[in-house]
C-alpha cells in the first residue's frame, strides 16, 4: 500500500504536465476557439532550447545559433520562455489571425501544421546528443513517513497549481479576464461591446505557450526529450481538458494531477502482476477518461459562440465523369510502366495514399465527422493481415477479406461516440483512441511485430508473384484496387446513401425532421471510410512487406487529415491529389530530389501547409476547379449569352463564396 | 390522414418550465393555428412533440403513441415538421432539398440506399416543384435563391413527404404581405388535399384568416382555444398580448 502510495506521488511529474498543458488548452479555446494540440510540440521544443541553452552556451532559434555566456538558471528560463511567447504570437499573427473565422476542422488542422513545424525544426536544429535537461529543481528525496518522493515533484505541482490559481484569479477579477469569459460566450457581442477577440487570442497564445514552455523546461529533467514522445503529452492534457469541459482551470488541473499519479501506479501494478498487458495499459487510460467523461456529461461540450464559419468546403456540383476516370487511370498505367526505381516506389506509395485520403474524403468531405484515426484502422487491418498470412494457411482473397472487415467493424465501433458528439470533440475522441490503440496494440510485441516489424510475405495472385515496392505488377494491382475504390465514392457521392450523408453533413436536425436515420448511416459513413483506410493498411503491409507500429502513428493520420484538407476534402479528385502530395508520394519525392531539400524536407513542407491552409481554405482541387470553369466561362461567354443552368449553380456557389467570406 | 394529440406534455430547461402539462388536440384534417407570444413556448411544444427536446407527457399520431420513438422516426410515421430558420441542405440543390423528404426514400432497405438519387424530373417532384414555383431555380442551391423562395423549399421538404400531420414553425417569417396572403391559400390547399396542418405563427393575419381552430399558449401553459373569432375576443388572450387590463 505504501509502496502504492509512493508510485502515485511519483506520477505528480506526468500529472503537472497533463494539468499544465490541459490548462492551455483550456486557456486557447476560451479566447481563441482553438483546440491546441501544438502545446506538447511547443513544450518540447523549448525543453530543447533550454538544453542547448544549459548545456551547450547556444542560443539556437529557429534561424541562426548564438554563443552565449553562461547563464544564471532564471536568466535561461526567462529567455527560452521570451522564445516561447515569440513563438506562441508568431503562430497566431501568421496562421490563426487569418484563419479566425475558418472553421473548427481547419484551425485543428493548421495546429497541425504547427506540430510538424515544430517538431521538423527539433529534429534539424537539435542534434540528440546533448538532449538531456540538467534538473532545474532540487530534487533532494524527500522522507515522508516510509516514503522516499524527490522533491521536485510537490515543486512542480505547486507551480502548476499556482499558476491556475493566477488564471482563475485573473478570470475573475480582472477587465480582461471578463472580456475573455465574454467572448468565449458570444464572441459578436464581446466585440459590439468593444472588446477586441484578436487582442484576447494573442493573449491566450502568448500564456498558453509560455506556460508550455516552463513546464517543457521544468519537467524535461524526468521526462527526458523526444520530439515525437513530448508532443504527444498533449493527448492526456486534451483528455483532461474535456474532464475540465474546456472551461474551469481548476477541474481541469486537478484531473490531471490525478491522471499522471493513477498512470504511475497502474506502471506498478502492471510490474506486479504478469497477467496485466505489459504494454500501453497507462496510455489507453486517456482515451477512457475522454470516453467516460462525455458519457457521463451527457456528450455535450460547451460550444464557443463564435463568429466563426462551420463550414466545410463545398460540394462540388456534377461529379466525375467516366473520361476523367478512364485518363486518370491510362496516366497512372503509363506512369507506373515508365518510371522506375525510387521513382515508382513512390508513385506505389501515392497510389495506396490516395486510398488513405479517400477513407477521409467520405468521413469528413461527405459525412462531415472528423475522424483523426484513419491510420488505426489502416493498422489494424494490416496487423491482421500480417497475422493471417504468416500464422494460417489461408488462400489468397481470405486474409485481406478478413482485415479489411475487421477494420470495417473497427470503424462502425469507433462512430458510437460520433452518435453523440460531433465537430473537433469528435476528432479529440478519435484522437485518444488512434494513441491508445498505437500504444496498446501496435506497439505490443505479442501481437504485432513490436519494434521488428510484423512481416507481411509476397502477394501471389494465380500463382505469379506480383513483388512488392516499385515492381510493376505489385504497383498495377494498387492502381486497378484504388481505381475501382475510387469509382465507388464517386458513386456513393451520386446513390441516395450519399445524399443522406451530405444532408447530415449540412444539418443533422434537418435530416432527422427529413425522416433520415441518422445514426444508421453515420455507422455506415465510418464503415466505409474505416474499409477504404483498411483497404490501404493491407496494400501498404503487401507492398512494404513488413509493418511497424510507426506506419500507423497518431502523426501519419494527422498529416494525412492535413493533406487531403489542403487539396480538397470535399472530393475525390481532392483525395487523388492529396495521395500525390502525401510524404514519401510522388509529388514529395520529386520534389526532395529536385529541389534537393534533403533534410530540410519536413520542415519545407510543413511551412506549405500551413501557407496554403492560410490562402487556399478551399482546397487545391476546388481551386483547380474553379479556375477551369472560370476558363471554361471566359470561352463560352461570346457564344453564349444566357448562363446556362450549371453556370448559373456555379454563379450561385461564386456568390456564396464571396459572402461567406465578406462576412 | 390522422390527428394529432398532445396529453400533459411538459419540457424543463435547467429550473425553467418551458412547458407545463399542455394537453390539446389538432383535429383531423383542419388548418389548427398555434399562437402566443415570445417565450410562450411555442418551438419547444414543436420539438417536443418531433423529438427533439427530452418531453414528458404523451404524444398521439391517430392511435399511434409517438412519444418514445427517435425524431425519425417520428418523421417516418407521418408526423413531419419544418423549422423556423429553414434548416435547408446547402450543398444539395433544391430539387436535391427537397427529394430528401420523399416517402420511400429513407424507410426502405439498406440497398435501395445504393440506386441514385432522385433527379427533378420524377413526375411527383417536378409536380411540386412546378406548383411552388420553384421549378425554375431546381438546379440552383439553396443559396442562391431568395428567402421567400427559400422558405418554399422549406416547406416542399415537408409536403413531399405526404404527411399525415404537418407542423409548421413561422413559415411567414421573412414573407411580406402579398407572400403571406399567397402561403395561407396554399397551406388552406394543403389542407383539403389531406393533411393535418398545425401552424405556429407570428402573423396574426395568417392564422386568423386561415385557421379553423387557434390554441394560444403563454408562459408555457395553454391559455385559450377556439376558433379564430372566439380567440379575437378571449379577455385572457387580449390581456396576454396586450399587457395586464389593457381596454380594448
New interface residues.
Given amino acids: 500500500m505504501i509502496e502504492l502510495l509512493q508510485f502515485a506521488l511519483l506520477g505528480l511529474g506526468a500529472g503537472t504536465i497533463y494539468a499544465a498543458l490541459g490548462t492551455g488548452v483550456v486557456l486557447t479555446y476560451q479566447a481563441a476557439g482553438v483546440i491546441n494540440i501544438s502545446l506538447g510540440a511547443m513544450g518540447m521544443y523549448i525543453g530543447y532550447t533550454y538544453a542547448f541553452l544549459r548545456n551547450e552556451n547556444l542560443l539556437v532559434l529557429p534561424i541562426g545559433t548564438f554563443s552565449m555566456p553562461v547563464l544564471p538558471v532564471w536568466a535561461a528560463i526567462l529567455l527560452c520562455l521570451a522564445i516561447a511567447m515569440l513563438l506562441g504570437l508568431l503562430a497566431y499573427a501568421l496562421v490563426f489571425r487569418p484563419l479566425r473565422a475558418a472553421s473548427g476542422l481547419l484551425k485543428l488542422v493548421a495546429a497541425v501544421g504547427i506540430v510538424m513545424v515544430l517538431q521538423s525544426l527539433a529534429v534539424l536544429r537539435f542534434p540528440s546528443t546533448s538532449a538531456s535537461v540538467p534538473p532545474i529543481l532540487a530534487n533532494d528525496p524527500l522522507h515522508i513517513g516510509g516514503l522516499t518522493v524527490p522533491w521536485d515533484r510537490f515543486l512542480l505541482a505547486a507551480a502548476v497549481i499556482a499558476v491556475a490559481v493566477l488564471l482563475w484569479a485573473m478570470t475573475r477579477f480582472t477587465r480582461t479576464g471578463l472580456a475573455m469569459r465574454a467572448v468565449a460566450e458570444d464572441e459578436r457581442a464581446a466585440m459590439l461591446l468593444g472588446h477586441s477577440p484578436g487582442r484576447l487570442s494573442a493573449l491566450a497564445w502568448l500564456g498558453s505557450s509560455a506556460l508550455a514552455g516552463l513546464l517543457g523546461i521544468l519537467a524535461s529533467p524526468i521526462t527526458g526529450l523526444d520530439p515525437v514522445t513530448n508532443s504527444l503529452f498533449v493527448v492526456p492534457a486534451l483528455a483532461v481538458a474535456i474532464v475540465g469541459r474546456l472551461r474551469s482551470f481548476g477541474v481541469t488541473v486537478a484531473a490531471g494531477i490525478a491522471l499522471g499519479m493513477i498512470q504511475s501506479v497502474v506502471l506498478k501494478l502492471q510490474g506486479d502482476y504478469s497477467w496485466l498487458p505489459q504494454t500501453g495499459l497507462r496510455d489507453v487510460l486517456p482515451f477512457l477518461v475522454i470516453v467516460v467523461t462525455l458519457a457521463v456529461g451527457g456528450g455535450r461540450l460547451p460550444s464557443r459562440g463564435t463568429e466563426e464559419d462551420p463550414r466545410l468546403p463545398a460540394v462540388p456540383r456534377g461529379g466525375t465523369k467516366p473520361i476523367t476516370v478512364a485518363a486518370t487511370l491510362l496516366a497512372g498505367v503509363a506512369l507506373i510502366l515508365t518510371l522506375d526505381g525510387p521513382y515508382r516506389t513512390a508513385l506505389t506509395t501515392s497510389v495506396v495514399a490516395v486510398l488513405v485520403c479517400l477513407g477521409i474524403v467520405v468521413v469528413t468531405g461527405m459525412l462531415g465527422q472528423i475522424s483523426l484515426a484513419q491510420m488505426t484502422f489502416a493498422g489494424a487491418a494490416g496487423f491482421v493481415l500480417s497475422n493471417l498470412t504468416t500464422h494460417t494457411h489461408l488462400p489468397f482473397p481470405l486474409p485481406p477479406l478478413i482485415a479489411v472487415t475487421l477494420a470495417v467493424l473497427l470503424g462502425v465501433g469507433v462512430a458510437v461516440p460520433a452518435l453523440r458528439i460531433r465537430g473537433v470533440t469528435l476528432g479529440v475522441v478519435t484522437l485518444g483512441l488512434a494513441v491508445a490503440v498505437s500504444e496498446f496494440v501496435f506497439k505490443n510485441p505479442d501481437w504485432t511485430g513490436g519494434f521488428g516489424g510484423s512481416r507481411v510475405p509476397e502477394l501471389r495472385l494465380f500463382g505469379v508473384g506480383l513483388g512488392g515496392g516499385g515492381d510493376v505488377g505489385f504497383a498495377l494491382f494498387a492502381l486497378f484496387t484504388v481505381t475501382a475504390c475510387a469509382v465507388g465514392v464517386v458513386w456513393l457521392r451520386r446513390t441516395r446513401l450519399g445524399g443522406q450523408m451530405l444532408t447530415i453533413r449540412a444539418n443533422e436536425r434537418a435530416a432527422a425532421a427529413a425522416g433520415i436515420n441518422i445514426a444508421g448511416v453515420k455507422l455506415t459513413g465510418f464503415g466505409i471510410a474505416a474499409g477504404l483506410a483498411g483497404t490501404a493498411g493491407v496494400l501498404l503491409g503487401y507492398q512494404q512487406e513488413s509493418l511497424a507500429f510507426q506506419n500507423f502513428d497518431v502523426f501519419v493520420s494527422l498529416t494525412y487529415v492535413a493533406v487531403v484538407y489542403l487539396a480538397g476534402i470535399s472530393r475525390v479528385s481532392g483525395a487523388v491529389i492529396a495521395g500525390l502530395m502525401a510524404p514519401g508520394g510522388l509529388v514529395y519525392y520529386a520534389l526532395d530530389r529536385w529541389l534537393e531539400l534533403g533534410k530540410y524536407n519536413a520542415i519545407v513542407s510543413a511551412i506549405g501547409l500551413l501557407v496554403a491552409l492560410v490562402t487556399t481554405p478551399g482546397g487545391v482541387a476546388g481551386e483547380l476547379d474553379r479556375q477551369m470553369r472560370w476558363l471554361a466561362g471566359r470561352r463560352r461567354r461570346p457564344t453564349v449569352p444566357e448562363p446556362s443552368g450549371e453556370q448559373a449553380a456555379v454563379l450561385g456557389e461564386e456568390t456564396e463564396r464571396v459572402v461567406t467570406r465578406t462576412t | 390522414m390522422s390527428s394529432l394529440a398532445l396529453r400533459d406534455l411538459s419540457v424543463t430547461f435547467g429550473g425553467v418550465r418551458a412547458l407545463e402539462g399542455v394537453s390539446l388536440e389538432v383535429a383531423e384534417g383542419t388548418l389548427t393555428g398555434l399562437i402566443g407570444p415570445n417565450g410562450a413556448g411555442k418551438t419547444t411544444l414543436l420539438d417536443a412533440c418531433?423529438g427533439?427536446v427530452a418531453a414528458r407527457g404523451e404524444v398521439y399520431l391517430g392511435d399511434r403513441r409517438l412519444d418514445n420513438l427517435?425524431?425519425?422516426r417520428r418523421?417516418?410515421a407521418g408526423l413531419?415538421?419544418?423549422?423556423q430558420s429553414l434548416?435547408?441542405?446547402?450543398?444539395?440543390?433544391v430539387a436535391?432539398n427537397v427529394?430528401?423528404?420523399m416517402?420511400g426514400?429513407?424507410?426502405r432497405r439498406w440497398w435501395?440506399?445504393?440506386?441514385?438519387?432522385?433527379s427533378a424530373d420524377i413526375p411527383v417532384l417536378h409536380d411540386l416543384l412546378g406548383s411552388l414555383g420553384l421549378d425554375g431555380v431546381a438546379?440552383?442551391?439553396p443559396?442562391?435563391v431568395s428567402q421567400g423562395q427559400r422558405a418554399l423549399v422549406a416547406l416542399a421538404?415537408?409536403l413531399i413527404?405526404r404527411p399525415d400531420v404537418l407542423l409548421l414553425d413561422e413559415p411567414a417569417a421573412g414573407l411580406d404581405t402579398h407572400e403571406s396572403e399567397e402561403l395561407g391559400r396554399r397551406l388552406r390547399g394543403v389542407c383539403e388535399r389531406g393533411t393535418t396542418v398545425l401552424l405556429v405563427e407570428h402573423d396574426m393575419g395568417l392564422v386568423l384568416g386561415n385557421c379553423d381552430h387557434v390554441h394560444v399558449l403563454d408562459g408555457g401553459k395553454q391559455l385559450a382555444s377556439g376558433t379564430p373569432a372566439e380567440v379575437r375576443s378571449d379577455p385572457a388572450v387580449l390581456a396576454a398580448y396586450l399587457g395586464e387590463g389593457s381596454p380594448s
Avoid at chain 2, 413531419?80 to 423549422?83: D, E, G, I, K, N
Fill in positions: 418531433t427533439y427517435a425524431p425519425y418523421a417516418r413531419v415538421r419544418t423549422f434548416d435547408l441542405f446547402d450543398d444539395l440543390t436535391e427529394a430528401t423528404g416517402p426514400e429513407t424507410n435501395h440506399q445504393l440506386r441514385r438519387m432522385p438546379d440552383l442551391l443559396g442562391a421538404r415537408a413527404a
